[in-house]
């Protein structure tokens, strides 16, 4: 069935980079906008990330807007969210996410989610 998977997450020193991934299986994931979240401990959860399946177009949370980036790999089937000039309040579980009717715009809809990808930004 549908699946996503994310990896790529580690520790990092603030001011680093790391490069998340998010693969899909079961489907073909360029038909459907992706979002990333991330969760921290005692935190809601929070998009930071969206990129729209019909022309591209992307959105950035404001805490992240300029220093995380997402993108496509249609060979690969999977998406990306670069991040980089890390912060310590990066530090979260970052899960990618999808559903047959999600929109970027709406944020509604999600229904397929990965199983997350811990980041920890600290010296």
């Known amino acids: 069935q549908v699946q996503l998977v994310e990896s790529g997450g580690g520790l990092v020193q603030p001011g680093g980079s790391l490069r998340l991934s998010c693969a899909a299986s079961?489907?073909?994931?360029?038909?459907?906008?992706i979002g990333w979240f991330r969760q921290a401990p005692g935190k809601e959860r929070e998009r930071v990330s969206c990129i729209s399946s019909r022309d591209g177009s992307t959105y950035y949370a404001d805490s992240v807007k300029g220093r995380f980036t997402i993108s496509r790999d249609n060979a690969k089937n999977t998406v990306y969210l670069q991040m980089n000039t890390l912060k310590p309040d990066d530090t979260a579980v970052y899960y990618c996410?999808?559903?047959?009717?999600?929109?970027?715009?709406?944020?509604?809809?999600?229904?397929?989610w990965g199983q997350g990808t811990l980041v920890t930004v600290s010296s």
């Open positions: 996410a999808t559903g047959p009717f999600y929109g970027c715009a709406t944020n509604k809809g999600l229904e397929v």
């Open positions: 079961g489907f073909n994931l360029d038909y459907y906008a």
